[in-house]
């Protein structure tokens, strides 16, 4: 495997026209599967929410939950970047405890780098933590976070703000900007108009790479996945077939079998 992926090899895939793969998370035996199948960036996501605790929405996530699940996937990985996702209210209340946070999830969770959602809005609070001496990939377009402000899960078609967005971003120093819910002809001009890299979600073919979430692609949740999202194999069917072939060996009294026992 090639030597460990960092930000600034992020933006010489960008510069060189190659697409950047990333994939989220949440625990060390998925995040070692993901790493060695290839994958340049893993994001621990604050999804992990919704994909293993079972809630409704991203809000009620911690910071020590947070540091809990980065902590496992940080020790699993050996190429690809890291980075840990800024829960709710963990970055909204101050510049100081913003950096504070990002720090944690570096010393603690040994992440090589943090993702926070917004724009402009969240500009020097960006500024502050890449000023700490930490990596910040921002978050544009639909945000999680916010969904009660925007009235929902709705695709986001502001092409001046989005632009704005970006351009802030990239100049408070964010290493990368991920695109979410985004009309595909507005994220190829966001892609072009700036110089960090593009990564998208629910934003069509035209950035510079792609994110989903882990346990969609694997067919491991039962719950509504959006439009953008694809099914690559069905892990959840094959699971269910296997405990079921338990259960009923076990009531039928064949197994443990003979090869099982110890003499």
């Given at each position: 495997?090639?030597?460990p992926?960092?930000?600034?090899?992020?933006q010489?895939?960008?510069?060189?026209g190659?697409k950047i793969?990333a994939?989220?998370a949440?625990?060390h035996p998925f995040a070692?599967?993901?790493?060695?199948?290839g994958?340049?960036?893993?994001?621990?996501?604050?999804s992990?929410g919704?994909?293993v605790?079972?809630?409704?929405?991203?809000?009620?996530?911690?910071m020590?939950?947070?540091?809990y699940?980065t902590?496992?996937?940080?020790?699993a990985v050996?190429?690809?970047?890291?980075v840990?996702d800024?829960?709710?209210?963990s970055?909204q209340?101050?510049?100081s405890?913003?950096?504070?946070n990002?720090?944690?999830?570096?010393?603690e969770g040994?992440?090589?780098?943090?993702?926070?959602?917004g724009g402009?809005?969240?500009?020097?609070t960006?500024?502050?933590?890449?000023g700490a001496g930490?990596?910040?990939?921002?978050?544009i377009g639909?945000l999680?976070?916010?969904?009660?402000?925007?009235g929902?899960f709705?695709?986001?078609?502001d092409?001046?703000?989005?632009?704005?967005?970006?351009?802030?971003?990239e100049?408070?120093?964010?290493?990368?900007v991920?695109?979410e819910?985004?009309?595909?002809?507005?994220?190829?001009?966001?892609?072009?108009?700036i110089?960090?890299?593009?990564?998208g979600?629910?934003?069509g073919?035209?950035?510079?790479?792609q994110?989903l979430?882990?346990?969609?692609?694997?067919?491991l949740?039962?719950?509504?996945?959006p439009k953008?999202?694809?099914?690559?194999?069905d892990l959840?069917?094959a699971?269910?077939?296997?405990?079921?072939?338990y259960?009923e060996?076990?009531?039928?009294s064949k197994?443990?079998?003979?090869?099982?026992?110890y003499?």
């Amino acid at each position: 495997m090639n030597s460990p992926v960092t930000v600034t090899k992020l933006q010489k895939m960008k510069t060189n026209g190659e697409k950047i793969v990333a994939l989220t998370a949440y625990d060390h035996p998925f995040a070692k599967l993901v790493d060695e199948a290839g994958v340049h960036m893993i994001l621990v996501g604050d999804s992990v929410g919704m994909v293993v605790q079972g809630k409704s929405s991203t809000l009620p996530v911690t910071m020590d939950e947070m540091i809990y699940h980065t902590k496992m996937v940080s020790r699993a990985v050996n190429h690809a970047i890291v980075v840990g996702d800024m829960p709710f209210m963990s970055y909204q209340t101050g510049k100081s405890e913003a950096i504070t946070n990002a720090g944690r999830f570096i010393k603690e969770g040994d992440a090589a780098a943090i993702k926070l959602e917004g724009g402009a809005a969240v500009s020097e609070t960006i500024r502050a933590i890449t000023g700490a001496g930490i990596p910040v990939l921002a978050h544009i377009g639909l945000l999680p976070q916010s969904v009660h402000q925007m009235g929902g899960f709705k695709v986001q078609r502001d092409e001046e703000r989005l632009l704005a967005d970006a351009i802030e971003v990239e100049t408070a120093g964010a290493f990368a900007v991920i695109l979410e819910g985004i009309p595909d002809d507005i994220s190829k001009k966001v892609s072009e108009k700036i110089n960090i890299p593009t990564i998208g979600i629910g934003a069509g073919i035209n950035c510079d790479g792609q994110i989903l979430v882990l346990h969609d692609v694997l067919g491991l949740t039962d719950r509504h996945v959006p439009k953008f999202v694809k099914k690559y194999v069905d892990l959840g069917s094959a699971a269910k077939d296997g405990i079921r072939k338990y259960v009923e060996e076990v009531q039928e009294s064949k197994f443990p079998a003979k090869e099982h026992f110890y003499g």
